[in-house]
């Protein structure tokens, strides 16, 4: 397990493109747990002044397991030694406000394949969606 949890997943969002396109900050984490924040822009709606487009809720939810697996195992770091399997996202409603928050959490991590969820709110804390994703925790790389 990594020393500091926190450092790691903001390593990791400095070393994954991605991350860095979509704004992706790091507030805080834990073992097995991690909460981002995006700022919301008109480049990640379906138009100006629209909702926020579902594939970026979905890429949070991924993230958000991601990043809270990431602080279990020292190999995740920089966005490697792990690879989503599965991904499940339930739509709740459009958000409001400025920000969308995802908090993740590990709910199981065996040797090879993890289980986390995610909960992402809107810059007024209404909950937009929740989702779940299967990791798989891939060995040592040479």
């Not at 020393?3 to 704004?23: H, M, S």
């Not at 991601?66 to 020292?74: K, R």
């Amino acid at each position: 397990m990594p020393d500091d949890p926190l450092a790691t997943v903001r390593e990791r969002t400095q070393a994954n493109l991605f991350w860095r396109t979509l704004g992706v900050e790091v507030e805080d984490a834990k073992p097995g747990w991690v909460r981002l924040r995006v700022t919301v822009r008109d480049g990640l709606r379906n138009a100006a002044g629209a909702p926020v487009h579902g594939g970026v809720l979905s890429a949070l939810v991924d993230m958000a397991v991601g990043g809270a697996l990431a602080t279990l195992h020292a190999a995740a770091e920089g966005g490697v030694g792990q690879t989503t399997l599965d991904l499940n996202v339930s739509f709740l409603g459009a958000g409001s406000g400025d920000a969308l928050v995802a908090e993740g959490r590990i709910l199981r991590a065996g040797r090879t394949i993890a289980f986390g969820e995610t909960a992402i709110t809107d810059g007024e804390g209404k909950l937009v969606a929740v989702g779940r994703a299967t990791y798989m925790i891939l060995g040592g790389r040479a």
